[in-house]
């Protein structure tokens, strides 16, 4: 499976922020759920206002129970 562009230059945008220091770890609540998240976000500035722009969340409980890498093609 390829990583689609869009989510490489997400990532980009990602390693960036966290290189010039331009991140936040903030406590939102997931629309479809109600239930509480901790969102990584790049912090930008708009016109003196601070934007913050979601990333992903950090996933509950043990991260390792919930991804697998993809299987090795044969």
Do not use: K, W
């Not at 770890?25 to 016109?47: F, K, N, Q, S």
Request: aromatic content about 10%; charged content about 20%; proline content about 7%.
């Amino acid at each position: 499976m390829s990583i689609p562009d869009h989510t490489r230059a997400n990532f980009q945008t990602l390693l960036r922020a966290a290189t010039s220091g331009d991140l936040a770890l903030m406590e939102c609540t997931e629309v479809a759920t109600g239930e509480t998240r901790y969102v990584i976000c790049a912090v930008g500035r708009d016109a003196g206002d601070y934007v913050f722009t979601p990333f992903g969340h950090l996933a509950d409980g043990n991260p390792f129970d919930l991804y697998r890498p993809p299987e090795a093609s044969t």
